[in-house]
Every structure is written in C-alpha cells, then in structure tokens.
C-alpha cells in the first residue's frame, strides 16, 4: 500500500496541471470514503451487510462494496461469506493500537491504575482530551458484578466527564472562553452543569482542589473521579479515574477518594519524567 501512493505521488510530479487534479482528487475521495466506512463499523460495534454499511455512510452499494473489497484485501475489513456481514479486520486494530504504543503514559500508568483499582474496589480509567470530548484509553476493570464498563476509544462530552472536567481546568481562561463559544453544555441529566459562567467557577474550583467528580452528571446512579496527569513542561496530558455506582462512591468517602487518585495521578506523573505545575 505504501509502495504504491508514493509511485502515485511521483507520476503525478510529471504530469501538467491539467492532469494532475482529477486523479488526485479521486484518490483521496476513495480514501475518506474508506475511512468512513472503517469508522461505520468501528461506532456500531458489530457486524454489517452490505447496505447496511452502504446506508450509513451515504454511498452506493457498488462503491462501497468495491471500497470495502480493497480494504479486505489490506486486512482492514473482513466479511462472513455466509452471513454476507462486514467487521473490522486486525490490520484496522493493528493502526490503532499504533496510538497506543506512542504514549508512554499507558503503558506507564498501567500499574498504578491495577492498584488504584484494589485500592478501591473500583473501575479504573485513563483518558485523554480531543476537542471537548474526553477519550477513554485505558481500562482496569473492577471485579464487582455491578461495574462500569466502556469501550477504548469511546468518546463523552468533557463537560460530563470526570476525565474531561479535570484536563479542563487546566485551560487558561481564553483556551476555556473559546471552547464554550463554540460548544454548547449540553443537558444529559438533571445534574450537568449548563450554564458556562457555572461551569467555570466549577472548574476553577477543580483546579484549587486537584481532583474532580463527575456526580451523576453523565448518567444518574454513576460517579467518576478523577485527576490529572502532567509531562515535563507541567502540561496535563491526561487525566486518571474511578468510576462506580453511587451507593459505593458515597458522599463520606469522595474526599478521601479524591486525594488517592491525586496521589496516583502524582506517581504516574513522576514516573513519567513530569511536573505539576506547582512544581519547579
């Protein structure tokens, strides 16, 4: 595959203007399309036909099977002949643990996170910020039968989140400012905070305090809190978590919860080489 976009690239550089466009443009349109229908398969978690797949991503089903036959042939996808259903093949899996591995602060919290976990009793959770989106990718699960389990890779609005609402609180006013002109805080339940100037103070309060708690903003019955997780240039990078129902997560612990997971957030950031940006 490598081997023949950069041939691609190479006749192009020879060609006039004229027909140098065309060819590029369809090429790249290919791409997206492919994307899309990787992605298609990744957000619905399951199997799908043909024109399941075809419908979703707003293509013709010759086109997406024509799409779907090249990345079968990569690896990317794979079909159940029998059934006629398209998954997601372990090359798709292969480029995105590539993420994985290019953070250290995985692999590194990894074991801070499995003894967070019996520490606690509780879900432990790593994630990150993309836009206002928190991202989960790591999870050391609980062995209690009523736990909270998500997927890698799964995105929640960072408002709700106890991951999101800490790295958030590391914004600088203009960073915070832009952010809520441009996103909305959306109601989930009757406890998510939407009004900007609210949410602010809240965070600001995160901030002095050097944890946050999701309480039952994102679903009622779930608590979350977390801490963040800084690089050499006293940048939050990530944040660590716990999540469980309410009934364990009860009000006479949150504190003393929260001071473990700024000490855990504290080791993990040691180890990493970082700095809080309290430190010099």
């Not at 399941?52 to 090249?70: K, P, Y």
């Not at 009793?121 to 989106?133: C, P, V």
């Not at 944890?211 to 240039?233: K, P």
């Not at 080791?267 to 940006?277: D, E, H, V, Y």
Request: include cysteine; proline fraction near 3%.
């Amino acid at each position: 595959m490598p081997q023949e976009k950069k041939s691609a690239i190479t006749s192009t550089k020879a060609s006039t203007p004229s027909t140098v466009k065309k060819p590029a443009t369809g090429q790249v349109q290919s791409l997206v399309r492919g994307l899309n229908i990787l992605k298609s398969l990744a957000e619905h978690g399951k199997s799908m036909s043909l024109f399941e797949i075809a419908d979703d991503v707003v293509l013709a089903s010759s086109t997406a099977h024509r799409l779907l036959s090249s990345l079968e042939q990569q690896g990317f996808v794979i079909q159940d002949e029998q059934r006629g259903k398209w998954s997601i093949g372990i090359e798709a899996f292969n480029v995105g643990n590539g993420f994985l591995k290019t953070r250290d602060v995985v692999a590194i919290a990894r074991p801070f996170m499995r003894e967070l976990m019996e520490k606690t009793g509780e879900t432990s959770n790593l994630g990150i910020l993309n836009g206002f989106s928190s991202v989960l990718i790591a999870q050391v699960e609980c062995k209690e039968l009523m736990r909270m389990v998500a997927t890698l890779g799964g995105r929640t609005p960072a408002h709700v989140s106890g991951i999101g609402k800490a790295l958030l609180s590391e914004y600088s006013q203009k960073e915070l400012k832009d952010h809520l002109f441009e996103t909305k805080l959306n109601e989930i339940t009757e406890n998510t905070i939407t009004n900007p100037t609210t949410f602010t103070a809240h965070l600001a309060d995160i901030k002095q305090q050097g944890f946050s708690i999701d309480d039952e903003e994102q679903s009622i019955g779930l608590r979350c809190i977390a801490a963040n997780i800084y690089n050499e240039h006293h940048e939050a990078i990530a944040a660590i978590s716990i999540s469980g129902p309410k009934v364990r997560l009860t009000d006479d612990r949150l504190n003393d919860l929260g001071s473990l997971l700024n000490t855990t957030a504290s080791q993990i950031t040691f180890a990493l080489g970082g700095k809080k940006p309290t430190e010099k």
